[in-house]
């Protein structure tokens, strides 16, 4: 059974961003990877990107709102911004 896992990290104060980090296990590095932010009430694309080693990933957001993870037709948990 996969395990999807997102925690919410505030980037450095310098900069106005925020990053959405996790792990998908289990999953090889190089998955496609995609980040939802729900507009209204359904979940659209934000952002592509790739796993890394260990099944991490990271995302950089900029809008406040509720994002996931999806991989694989699987999502991952709500996370609201900002945090």
């Known amino acids: 059974m996969a395990a999807i896992g997102a925690v919410p990290r505030p980037a450095a104060a310098a900069q ?3 990053v959405l980090a996790g792990r998908i296990e289990p999953a ?3 998955a ?3 980040l939802e932010r729900l ?3 359904r979940w659209v694309l934000a952002a592509r990107s790739r796993l890394r080693g260990g099944g991490r ?5 900029r809008l406040g ?4 993870v999806r991989w694989r037709g ?3 948990p709500v996370v609201n911004y900002p945090v």
């Open 28 to 30: 090889r590095a190089g």
């Open 57 to 61: 990933y990271r995302f950089v957001v």
């Open 32 to 34: 496609r990877v995609a």
């Open 74 to 76: 699987l999502a991952g």
């Open 16 to 18: 106005s961003r925020d």
């Open 39 to 41: 507009a209204g009430d």
């Open 65 to 68: 709102g509720a994002y996931r």
